[in-house]
């Protein structure tokens, strides 16, 4: 073999061996609320496929679909790590529990993202929300276009959803995939070397003066 087909050969080797496929992306607003009342979350970090991380930790949140972010361009979360705290009912009562995750998310990701990216039949909205919802120890990651069908046409198209992944959001007004679904560690005190802590310690400090 000539030596310019061995350096062809080792060109189009390297070439090939080189590119990576771009990871799916989409256009989307980040969201961090809760169905079940008053959370203070402290730290919430996605980190996706590409190993890109998104901030969802917004603070006191309460209510679905919560406080939101602008967000931008982001493909398939593949990681999650949060620490948060649930508040009493009472109105400025404290917080009555503490929680933290450390998880991977499920690798269907990408593909309950595309099968929402492509499900209506009339809806052509180029962006969506991805969702962190915390309920006490569990915490949701969704995915939505947010279709809402009193206002606009949310007819899915025909075999859209084979696999059944796209539900009732949950005050039940869209539709949605479940990115994650899981349940973080809990205490009644906080852990240490969190926020939660460094408030504990502060608290106590004002306290004994």
Known sequence: MTKWKVFLLLF????????????????????????????I?????????SGGRANFA????GGYPGAHSGGGKIDAPAYIEGEWAKGNPEPSSGLISYHRISAPIPDNAEAKMKTMDN??????????SIQVIVDGQR???????NCLDKLVDCTPKK?????GWVKKSPRDLTDVVVLFD????????????????????????????
């Open 12 to 39: 189009l080797s390297v070439a090939v061996l080189g590119c990576k496929p771009e990871h799916y992306t989409v256009e989307a607003g980040f969201t961090n609320g809760s169905t079940t009342g008053r959370h």
């Open 41 to 49: 979350v402290s730290k919430m970090t996605i980190t996706t496929l």
């Open 58 to 61: 917004m603070g006191s949140v």
């Open 119 to 128: 499900y209506y039949q009339n809806f052509d909205r180029d962006y969506g």
């Open 139 to 145: 915490v949701r990651v969704f995915f939505t276009k």
């Open 159 to 163: 075999g859209a959803d084979p696999n």
């Open 182 to 209: 899981g349940k973080g560690e809990s205490s009644p005190t906080p852990f240490p070397n969190t926020f939660f802590a460094d408030l504990e310690k502060r608290k106590k400090a004002s306290e004994s003066e």
